[in-house]
């Protein structure tokens, strides 16, 4: 791997080393065990988007490592005023050991790489959200102790979440399910990777029945309805997503102890329950801490200079 920029660019082995990783920075972190991997490194953190959890995670775990993050805005860039992504790029090449892009546009984020001669790190766009999906394989795996054979269901928007969850579980060997309403279906490159899956044995189904989805579900995550950029939308979606919300009466169509996942920020009421959103509280934020550690692998995987880590 030289870049993070989908989990469709990785492979299964890529992913597993990722969480194995993770999995012993977070135990070095609960121990106090320094783990300055990354020293005298430093790290750009370019977003278009606002950030709570992708931002201090990411700053966060930079400090872990021994290294520098550099918080980069629009204000802080010239392409706000309009200079090309790939002069950026090759620009701060020059400056810094690797990027991190929160974004709209895909195809930013694979210009900004292409351009790169340092590592670039997807931190969200319309299309993935990969770092998240690493965190969330890494907390089912620690609750299951296993991937291969857990049943994912996802109920929601077939949007950047929805679609790394797809690939990042089909990858590692689970089962999936999806239910979205009509139109709202997931990106038709990962369907045509899904259905590639199917031809190999994997089981997948695309639903709007979102009973059906959950039927036999180990883990079931959701999103928020309306993402960032989507704001003027947000009435309109919370009619057309109507009957989405993950509640009681859908968790009793799941396996007995269904583990609820959510990336958050969460609108209770909306795609969860307040009710259920409390009493999973304890998965779900040791999914939000596990961006750090994710994260931190990931960053030492694309960044150091050592060849491989013994773990």
């Known amino acids: 791997m030289n870049d993070l920029l989908k989990l469709l660019d990785c492979s299964k082995d890529d992913i597993v080393s990722i969480l194995d990783l993770a999995d012993q920075l977070k ?14 490194k430093s790290i750009g ?17 930079m400090y872990q490592l021994g290294g ?8 802080d860039l010239q392409t706000g005023r309009g200079e090309p992504v790939q002069d950026t790029a090759r620009a701060l090449s020059r400056y810094l050991d690797g990027i991190v892009i929160r974004t709209y546009e895909q195809k930013d984020v694979e210009i900004l790489a ?15 959200h990969p770092c998240q999906v690493l965190a969330d394989l890494m907390t089912v795996r620690e609750h299951f102790a296993q991937l291969e054979d857990l049943k994912m269901c996802f109920i ?19 089962e999936v399910s999806v239910a979205t309403p009509e139109g709202y279906e997931p990106h038709p490159d990962v369907l045509a990777f899904a259905e590639q899956q199917k031809k190999l044995g994997a089981k997948f ?48 169509c799941c396996k007995q102890g269904v583990m609820v996942q959510h990336c958050m920020p969460a609108y209770r009421g ?18 939000c801490e596990n961006r750090l550690h994710a994260q931190k692998a990931v960053m030492v995987t694309l960044m150091s200079d050592r060849d491989e880590y013994i773990y």
């Open 270 to 287: 909306e795609e969860i329950t307040a009710e259920v959103l409390e009493e999973h509280a304890d998965e779900i934020f040791e999914e």
């Open 114 to 128: 292409k351009y790169s001669d340092i590592p670039v790190i997807n931190g969200l766009t319309n299309f993935a």
């Open 68 to 75: 520098q993050p550099m918080f980069l805005s629009d204000r």
């Open 156 to 174: 929601g928007d077939g949007f950047n979440m929805c679609n790394s969850l797809i690939v990042g579980c089909l990858k590692v060997g689970m």
């Open 45 to 61: 953190l370019i977003f278009h988007k606002v950030s709570t959890r992708t931002r201090v995670s990411f700053e966060a775990g």
């Open 205 to 252: 189904m695309l639903t709007h029945d979102v009973r059906q989805a959950a039927a036999g579900a180990d883990v079931l995550f959701t999103d928020a309805w309306t993402a960032m950029g989507q704001e003027e939308q947000a009435e309109m979606r919370r009619e057309i997503f109507q009957g989405f919300t993950v509640d009681h009466e859908l968790l009793s």
């Open 27 to 40: 135990y070095e972190k609960k121990h106090h065990i320094p783990h300055r991997h990354l020293d005298g």
